[in-house]
């Protein structure tokens, strides 16, 4: 969490951006835009998937005046597919005078693809207006980081329309080999597990050491996880295995079950 205080009331803190959990690594934090001339106390608050937290506190000062306050933009990546899910981006402000303001989107090559026009005259009023992904045409802008601005500020979004890749591959833990005593069919046993992978630039979980975000999709813990599966740029693959002993013949066939569970051996008599 981001938040200020003036230096005369230290102790009153004020959001510069609502907490959020999408970590921010080697990259653009957003912009405060101060409610006026002063100075003021910074504080960011940071807490780990564990419950720690820490915090750091710095002096700035100001000296403009400015027309609008309290401006974030989030959340910081959005998918405006229509799925009902992050489909649009909010753009919030508080008016400190009668101001005309321009919001205009740029794509990563520079390009105006989007502006939204808006006249406020009341001071104090809180405002929320909404980005739903599209370009001055209506049509819904690509995958990209686009940047924002209003008068002299700038902030920046990502647009993220393309699902995961996540393609599976389950190993029965038996399968049906030949002819087995009482004219049952005899099962072997295979090598059982699930192997995956996952494929997207903006996953929820650990940071890796080079900037990307990636998790696991797999979290029942039914079987064990063989081994530590690599992180990749932009992917991480995984296997989960139960070993099986070597098993004899069978009188009966046991129920296919993905090797989740193992079925009941019998023995011959």
């Known amino acids: 969490m981001l938040e200020y205080a003036s230096a005369a009331s230290p102790n009153q803190w004020q959001p510069i951006i609502p907490a959020v959990s999408q970590p921010v690594v080697d990259d653009f934090f957003t ?5 006026g001339p002063g100075n003021y106390f910074v504080r960011l608050t940071v807490t780990d998937l564990a419950g720690n937290s820490r915090q750091a506190i710095k002096s700035v000062s100001w000296t403009e ?3 609008i306050t309290d401006v974030f933009l989030t959340p ?3 998918s405006p597919n229509g799925d009902g899910v992050n489909d649009t981006a909010s753009i919030h402000y508080r008016v400190l005078e009668p101001v005309h303001l321009s919001f205009s989107f740029y794509n990563s090559a520079g390009v105006r693809v989007r502006t939204i026009v808006r006249d406020d005259s009341t001071i104090g009023d809180d405002v929320t207006l909404l980005w739903d992904g599209r370009d001055d045409n209506g049509l819904t802008v690509p ?3 686009y940047r924002m601005t209003v008068l002299d500020y700038e902030f920046f979004i990502t647009v993220d329309n393309t699902p995961p890749s996540v393609p599976a591959d389950i190993r029965p833990a038996y399968e049906p080999q030949g002819g087995g005593p009482g004219g049952g069919a005899a099962v072997a046993s295979v090598d059982p597990g699930l192997e995956w992978s996952v494929t997207d630039l903006h996953l929820n ?6 900037e990307r975000l990636w998790a696991t999709i797999l979290r029942n813990g039914i079987l064990p996880l063989s081994g530590r599966a690599p ?10 295995a139960n070993s099986v002993p070597s098993l004899d013949q069978f009188r009966e066939p046991p129920v296919q079950d993905h090797g989740l569970r193992q079925p009941r051996e019998t023995k011959r008599s």
């Open 143 to 145: 995958d990209d980081k």
């Open 76 to 78: 910081p990546i959005f």
């Open 231 to 240: 992180v990749i740029r932009g992917s991480r693959t995984g296997r989960i």
């Open 65 to 67: 005046t400015p027309s």
């Open 31 to 35: 912009t405060w835009v101060p409610p």
């Open 205 to 210: 979980g650990p940071v890796d050491d080079r």
